[in-house]
């Protein structure tokens, strides 16, 4: 149990840390006029190699908050944990292609078919991994951990954030599903509401540990 509230405070400072950066990174450039889709090369390449940093992260964090849960919504932890698999799995393929086949395809001038896979065309295969991931398997993971908060003011701040996140996400998966705007939601989902999350967890994860050594 101690080592579980010890990853889980390192995993979700971490996600802190790499998402603050990328929210003032996204906040710079939209400030600067230069938020758009496709987003350019080498703001992609930063997404890619962020969410590849993140997705391991957040494996890590869901596997920590479900072993630090009471025993009767244990199961909903173990829910939420295969739900943040299957998010993993998602992102990081989508992510993996476009760091390699997409980027050494563009760089060997091999673009014939191409725009299926790159990773924001709103055609894209792709792109469609990415809100089904963030979207979709993300929000039912935090929809099933939040039922894991609610003890105390932490807690519950930690529970509306989760349910914030999963309510987002699932919001913009319809959304693109239907082919609707709302499918821009998500992006303050997994783009702010993720990482206040997670700026809480740490806190619940340092506080729960402090608890074990006395």
């Known amino acids: 149990m101690e080592l579980s509230r010890k990853l889980g405070f390192w995993s979700s400072l971490l996600i802190t840390a790499v998402g603050g950066v990328y929210f003032c990174v996204m906040a710079v450039v939209a400030m600067t006029g230069g938020l758009s889709l496709p987003p350019s090369a080498p703001l992609q390449l930063f997404g890619g190699a962020t969410t590849l940093i993140l997705a391991p992260l957040l494996l890590i964090l869901a596997v920590c908050i479900k072993e630090c849960s009471p025993t009767p919504v244990k199961v909903l932890g173990e829910v939420g944990v295969a739900f943040t698999a299957l998010f993993v799995a998602m992102v990081s393929i989508n992510r993996f292609v476009q760091l390699t086949v997409v980027q050494q395809s563009v760089i060997s001038n091999r673009t014939e078919g191409l725009d299926r896979f790159m990773p924001y065309d709103p055609g894209s295969v792709m792109f469609a ?55 821009a939601v998500g992006f303050i989902a997994w783009g702010l509401v993720l990482y206040v999350a997670t700026a809480l967890l740490t806190i619940w994860f340092r506080r729960s540990a402090g608890s074990l050594s006395h």
Request: aromatic share 10%; hydrophobic share 60%.
């Open 129 to 183: 991994l990415e809100i089904l991931g963030w979207g979709l398997f993300l929000g039912l993971a935090m929809a099933a951990f939040a039922s894991q908060f609610g003890a105390d003011r932490l807690e519950r701040n930690i529970r509306r954030l989760l349910l914030g996140y999963a309510v987002l996400g699932i919001t913009s998966a319809a959304g693109y599903m239907a082919a609707s705007p709302l499918a």
